[in-house]
């Protein structure tokens, strides 16, 4: 009884509107008017699978998820560490709320503010000049792009493998260490495989978020990934498309999720 | 891990990545009281010019109006029905239980370009025009998650026990819940219905497949990239929608400072 409201609610709304999307994969258009044809085929899944377009902005897009994933991890290991085992409850505390907060300031205008660090006369060119250096700029290029994505997620990252290091009972490094390892070696053989749980939940946000974006690459770069490529076959240019096209994130989050789940992750989220 | 040394390390790269993490909120704050309305660096002076143009600006009040209006509503939808969901699958045992703690995550789980999508063109099949009432609907079905998390975490440690005691004594199911459930579990609704405001107040990727010509703050800020002329007032309109996240976020954590805040996606 207690559930029939949100239950429905979120059948109908949310795993209705997907199949209704799933569905529209299904259609066609007709290349003079433009109209949806209501006729199944299968025309877009081949055309996804084969165009080398496609593939190109996939395989592009998917290179990115894991370069951002994998610097997302080195850049939150040590801030998570030192919050997990070396800040005091006090400071612990505080600094959890230090890296919540800018997780829910809004979205876009971090987006938009790497366009005033990245921009021509922007802070981080600026900075650089006196060494003689040049930030990667707007242009064609992908590294502002890779700064940003690292940037907003960062805080993705940090959270669950915080946690993850907070639960490893302290008696296990003095064990290792009684043992004679040493702070390398306690760190390799057991803090590392004992948060790969952690890390494979941040990795989760970090893959998805990258995949679905199509703001921040339409703001610092001029180069397509999947997100902006989908977009623009939204609506009146090719629904039924960009319907097919919607499925490349979708299943790759899929078969992500259900190795992440093999490996633990979702009892580290 | 390591002696002194590394500890010193440790400490430099955390203050690195802070300082990484809150660099760019300091540099709109910088730009919204900034002289020139260019991207420049530095700023050129100290002003109050863009904030007044902001505030004179009607089609940004009108979009900030809008927000509002949307993050209310889709606040009290999730908050009614998170709660009613976090109430069934902490207390009650049935057939499906555990699909039910999966499927909620599901709309902040997937990629919200196929979120937005999979709702427009729901929106559009079954003749629902797109504007508030759509962006409130897809704004409420991922709230609904921070709800739920934040109200079962708080009924998984009080005991069910008092409910039990509530009914035997004679109390109907409403009574019970007024007077033992929700004086126990407020709090952390309280913190749910707060971060299901901020994260609708300024969420942008689903709400552009929903908005159809209606102009919430986010879409408000992401037009005027485009045009020069208010280029220079987004820094003020950003400044206000990260105070309008982050400051409920604030006091959300206070609020469930035991379990903490859960993660968006």
Known sequence: MLLAGPVGWLVIAYLGSLAILFLNAFWTRDPFTGLVIRQPTIDNFVEVATNPLYRTVTLRTVGMAIAVTLTCMVLAFPIAYYMARVASPRVRGLMVVAIVMPLWASYLVKAYSWRLILSEDGVLNWFLAPLGLRGPGLGEGMIGLWMVFTYLWLPYMILPIYAGLERIPSSLLEASADLGGRGFTTFRRVIFPLVVPALVAGSIFTFSLTLGDYIAPGLVTTTQFIGTLILSRFGVPDLPLAAALSLVPLAIMVVYLLIARRLGAFEAL | ?265
């Open chain 2, 1 to 265: 891990m390591g002696g002194r040394p590394g500890r010193v390390a440790l400490r430099v790269a955390t203050a690195a990545v802070l300082l990484f993490m809150y660099f760019p909120l300091a540099l709109i704050v910088a730009y919204a009281f900034n002289e020139s309305g260019t991207s420049a660096w530095p700023p050129s002076g100290l002003s109050l010019r863009w904030v007044d143009a902001a505030l004179a600006n009607s089609g940004l009040r009108q979009a900030f109006i809008t927000s509002l209006a949307a993050a209310i509503g889709a606040t009290v939808i999730a908050l009614i029905l998170g709660t009613l969901a976090a109430m069934a699958v902490a207390r009650h045992r049935f057939f499906g239980r555990e699909i039910i703690s999966f499927v909620v995550i599901f709309p902040i789980a997937l990629p919200g370009i196929v979120t937005g999508m999979a709702l427009s063109t729901t929106f559009a099949t079954t003749g629902v025009p797109l504007g508030l009432f759509a962006i409130i609907v897809g704004h409420a079905t991922f709230c609904i998650v921070l709800v739920y998390n934040n109200a079962i975490a708080r009924l998984r440690r009080t005991a069910a026990s008092l409910e039990e005691a509530s009914a035997d004594l004679g109390a109907d199911t409403w009574q019970t819940f007024r007077h033992i459930t929700l004086p126990g579990i407020r709090s952390a609704m309280l913190a749910g219905a707060l971060l299901a405001f901020a994260l609708s107040f300024d969420e942008v990727i689903v709400t552009i497949f929903l908005a159809g010509g209606v102009q919430t703050l986010p879409i408000w800020i992401f037009q005027s990239f485009r045009l020069a002329n208010q280029v220079a007032l987004v820094n003020v309109a950003g400044l206000v929608a990260i105070l309008l996240s982050v400051v409920p976020v604030y006091v959300a954590s206070r609020l469930t400072r035991d379990t903490g805040p859960t993660g968006r996606t």
